[in-house]
């Protein structure tokens, strides 16, 4: 019996009842690391070198069980650690956000299916509906694009034509900013040395930069320092911070900690309106 | 202080520890009801002469307190119910899905903060993130789009065109399927009678005659009898079923009580191609 549970977005109460009844019933629980990270206390997430694992310290004191940590690696090279027992024992593996929320782990239920295992599911919140918070309609929202963080040699900018697509089309557009966790330098790999980098996530104002620096490129024309946008930090959490503006009024805005998100409206309607001003004149109470 | 607490899909297990607590807190708790249903129990629900109101039993008896239903007048007609109370006391409203879901709640939000009344969020999955269920990318959809019921003289079909758009872009579209609570009909607002209508919900074979109906007579060959398309029924309840297949195939599936949805795919990628064969070779155990 295998359980996929998603644990919300903010700490280790946003993990709903059934939610925390399935965790407690199994004797096998899998925490997914690689495309999202859990809501802690921000000291814990300011510094450049903080171990990513050490956060699971306080959910494990919470769900009273041993976590086992399941990186990119555990997850994509066949599952075996999490199948090979759910066949017998009831195992959980759990997922920030909802279970299928940025990225699928529809291939761990069809590997656990394929297999007979019987897999339940258990849904919660993800930055896909919780950005609903800044009063943008989710229906109007066209597809989501990925910001990855730009490197000497590769900074792709497929993002920038999908912007332009729904800002044609009059919707808003969610940028989901890139999140780097036990990722090896080319350096360190060349070396063959497994060391991973201190993690990172990248901050609205990065995000807003790269973005300037492809429409400098590009000049399409598809938005620049004047457009009104949206910055999201640690929705969800006590203290998220949502904060409206033009890009360059933005680029010095001090969002804080992670996970960071941006979204650059299409037409808003007067009640999209409302919330983008109202997200303005509270700059600093803004949650 | 007021808390607009998120419900999830499911049934009361399906609200999160956070929002229990939330819930548990307050001396006054509002039932937001009429842009969504509870998940109960399916013979609670099969009957058109369903009082929609006899399903909020089971939650006041686990909430253990009262519950006010919320529904349209309450909520549009300035909400001085919700917010009176909420300057002294703590109020919940509570909302199926995500508080900011399919249908915004901002405007509650906004009127509570221009009155200086204290507003928490606990957010929750809803449609527009659990869909990811059915194996589809969530960012591979374009705008969602409602399909409502088709009466004598009132067929509104601009869904077309917003399908015609998702499917030149590749995108998949989402269709929310129209919820009828405590509606007057025509007749009896002209007799000044204000009776309610018994509770309808869209199915998914009903939400397949309309589509076919409006391609029948635009003929722009945006979909037809055998394009690939699926329904959901219950997503997130236990007894949920997805189903994946061509319009025609669906057209004659028992999807069984509400709340159904209904997906028109996009192109498709091939672990989405992969989910979409599974859930048309898993007809009888699609879940």
């Given at each position: ?20 009844e399935?965790?407690d019933?199994?004797?096998?629980i899998?925490?997914e ?9 921000k000291?814990?997430l300011?510094?450049?070198?903080t ?13 009273g069980?041993e ?7 555990l997850?994509e ?14 195992v959980a593996?759990?997922?920030v ?17 394929e ?17 609903g ?21 590769w ?6 034509d ?7 089309n009059g919707?808003h ?12 330098s080319?350096a360190n ?13 990248m ?13 400098e ?11 009104p ?5 640690r ?8 904060v ?15 996970l960071?998100?941006?979204i650059i409206?299409?037409?808003m309607?007067?009640i ?5 001003d ?5 700059k600093?109470?803004?949650?």
């Open positions: 019996m295998l359980f996929i549970v998603g644990l919300g977005l903010g700490d280790e109460k946003d993990v709903t009842i059934k939610g925390r399935a965790i019933s199994c004797s096998k899998f925490l690391a690689y495309t999202s990270i859990l809501g802690v206390g000291e814990r300011v510094s450049d070198t171990d990513i694992t050490s956060e699971f310290i306080i959910k494990e004191a919470f769900y069980k976590i086992v940590v399941a990186d990119r690696e997850v090279s066949g599952c075996e650690a999490i199948l090979a027992p759910a066949k017998e024992e009831r593996f759990l997922v956000g909802d279970p299928f929320g940025a990225t699928t782990h529809m291939d761990l239920y069809l590997r656990a299916k297999r007979g295992i019987e897999v339940q599911v258990v849904h919660n919140a993800s930055i896909m509906n919780a950005i918070r800044c009063g943008l309609q989710l229906y109007n929202f066209g597809p989501a694009v990925s910001i990855v963080f730009f490197e000497d040699n900074r792709p900018d497929s993002f920038y999908k912007i332009a697509l729904n800002k044609k919707q557009t969610l940028c989901l900013l890139d999140i780097k966790v036990k990722e090896v080319l790999m060349m070396k063959g040395k497994m060391i991973y980098e201190a993690p990172r996530f901050s609205v104002n990065r995000c807003i930069e790269q973005l300037l620096e492809v429409e490129k590009r000049k399409e024309g598809v938005y620049g320092q004047d457009t946008c949206i910055g999201l930090a929705l969800g959490h006590e203290d998220q911070k949502i409206s503006g033009t890009m360059s009024e933005l680029l010095n805005v001090d969002f804080g900690t992670p960071h998100s941006f409206p299409g037409e309607h007067f999209e309106k409302d919330c983008f109202h997200f303005r004149e509270n600093q109470t803004s949650s």
